[in-house]
Structures are given as structure tokens and as C-alpha cells.
Nanobody, 126 residues
């Protein structure tokens, strides 16, 4: 059983930064694709960034490229999302998710993730 737990949400002013952290446990090959997603009230959930932990390869939504960075620790048990230059419209509940994939090409923002955390709230004030 894979377990996912996020932390690090909070409040920040527009233009500020936050770092989210996701601790994951369980069978490694059931969680070698990790992603961050967000959902604002009244909006659909959207993918933000993913990382294929076997190689450290990453993919980002166009809206966050150059401002957000997804990374993993050397033990591959923690995935972080560094968010810089935050915008008010990026206020949302951010979720960490995991799934197992056999190939890097299957780890993308459109993938259907199996394991989800409870979410962490990010508030961005203007």
C-alpha cells in the first residue's frame, strides 16, 4: 500500500514563494511516477508537475514553467515542489499523487494517478 502525505502549504503574497513537500511510502515500483496537482474552488483539478523518479525526468504545465520546480531527494521518498513568483489565481488545494509506471513516457500530467494525499492549502494574496 502506497501512502502519500503533503505538507508546506500556507499563505503568501503575490510574487512570493512556497515549498511543498510530499512524503511517500510503500512499494517503490508502485510510486515511481509522482505528481503535483491543484484544484481551486469551482474549478477542475489540473496537473502542475510530474517526476519520473527512476531517472528524475520532469514535466510541467505551461503555466508554471520557469517558476515551479519539482524535485526528489536521494532516497526517492520525498518529492518537493518549489513555487516561485506565485500568482493570486494559483491559490488552490495542492495535491501530491503517485502511481507506478513501466516507462518514463507514461509518467505525464495526463496520467491517471492511483494514490493521492489529502492536500495542502495554498493561499496567494494580491
Amino acid at each position: 500500500q502506497v501512502q502519500v502525505a503533503e505538507s508546506g502549504g500556507g499563505s503568501v503574497q503575490a510574487g512570493g514563494s512556497l515549498r511543498l513537500s510530499c512524503v511517500v511510502s510503500g512499494s517503490y515500483y508502485s510510486r515511481n511516477c509522482m505528481g503535483w496537482f491543484r484544484q481551486a474552488p469551482g474549478k477542475e483539478r489540473e496537473g502542475v508537475a510530474v517526476i519520473y523518479t527512476d531517472r528524475g525526468s520532469t514535466s510541467y504545465a505551461d503555466s508554471v514553467k520557469g517558476r515551479f520546480t519539482i524535485s526528489q531527494d536521494s532516497a526517492k521518498n520525498t518529492v518537493a515542489l518549489q513555487m516561485n513568483s506565485l500568482k493570486p489565481e494559483e491559490a488552490a488545494t495542492y495535491y501530491c499523487a503517485a502511481k507506478g509506471v513501466p516507462f518514463a513516457s507514461m509518467c505525464d500530467l495526463g496520467a491517471s494517478f492511483q494514490y493521492w494525499g489529502q492536500g495542502t492549502q495554498v493561499t496567494v494574496s494580491s
